[in-house]
């Protein structure tokens, strides 16, 4: 018998730069960092208010060889037909429009489907 009442409570990130993923997450998509556990390496647990959301930061293992993803905070991938599989996450945005000029202002590069804008 499958559970009942599931719901999505969270979704981990690894990041070399988690402090740099968190003020992009609270910044641009209004998140709030809260209070994270020890758990011997660094966390950063934010959540999207009124939601139940939370989203955990990983800071990722220094030894691991494996990329980070199509843009990431040390080694960018600039061919963005790899943005279409892998991990991700995604938000639906009432205000599409002013959001995409949000991300513009702050110099983040828009792309749909590998069409800059």
Known sequence: MA??????NH?????SDIRRLAEFYKEILG???VESPNVGFKVIWLSLPSTGFFFHLIERLPETRLPEGP???SSPTVDPKHLLRGHHVCFTISNFESFVQ???VNSFLVRFRGCCI
């Open 3 to 8: 559970a009942k009442g599931a719901c999505l």
């Open 71 to 73: 843009y990431s905070t």
């Open 11 to 15: 979704v981990a990130r690894e990041s």
């Open 102 to 104: 949000t991300l513009k």
């Open 31 to 33: 998140f709030e960092e």
